[in-house]
């Protein structure tokens, strides 16, 4: 299977991501014709929308799910641990 290619109909956010980085790498190394870099630049951006509508997605579901006592939606700020 190719790879980037969705799995059983269904991309998934991993498979996404690491299309995202082979092709960050092949247009960074600049062996691509101008108009296979914009094809390729094109997948990307699709790419990112999907990861970040998956993001939006599991953020959404993560506030739903840290409630507070009684009930009260609790919306708190990942912090990074450092």
Same mark, same amino acid.
């Given at each position: 299977?190719? +790879?980037?290619? /969705?799995?059983?109909? #269904? $991309?998934?956010? *991993? #498979?996404?991501?690491?299309?995202? =980085? %082979? @092709? #960050?790498?092949?247009?960074? /190394?600049? %062996?691509?014709?101008? =108009? &296979?870099?914009?094809? @390729? !630049?094109?997948?990307?951006?699709?790419?990112?929308? !999907?990861? %970040?509508? +998956?993001? &939006? =997605?599991? /953020?959404?579901?993560? /506030?739903?799910? $840290? *409630?507070? =006592?009684?009930? +009260? @939606?609790?919306? *708190? +700020?990942?912090?990074? *641990?450092?």
């Amino acid at each position: 299977m190719k +790879e980037g290619k /969705e799995t059983a109909g #269904v $991309m998934t956010f *991993e #498979v996404a991501m690491k299309r995202l =980085e %082979n @092709i #960050v790498e092949m247009l960074g /190394e600049g %062996n691509l014709s101008l =108009e &296979d870099s914009l094809k @390729i !630049f094109e997948e990307g951006m699709g790419l990112c929308k !999907f990861c %970040n509508k +998956e993001l &939006d =997605e599991a /953020e959404y579901k993560v /506030e739903k799910l $840290m *409630e507070k =006592e009684g009930g +009260e @939606i609790s919306v *708190e +700020e990942f912090k990074e *641990e450092e």
